[in-house]
């Protein structure tokens, strides 16, 4: 990581989604695995905005019929 790398708290990365993800899904998809890479820094997540775009690019579909390939793929059977 350079000296220039843009880093982002998990505030920041929902105010840059626009608010349509809140904190505690970007809390919820780090203990899952969902979501762009993080840092940890001592207690704090950061993402590296670098990660934010290439996790944005990858959930890039061109109709509402396909499935980015990073989603994952839920059972529509309730428990």
Partial sequence: MGPNTELLNQE???ALLGNEVSTSTLERWRCTGHGPRFIRVGRTPLYARRDVDAWLASR???HTGET???APVRSKRRR
């Fill in 60 to 62: 890039t579909v061109s």
């Fill in 12 to 14: 920041a990365l929902a």
């Fill in 68 to 70: 980015p390939a990073a």
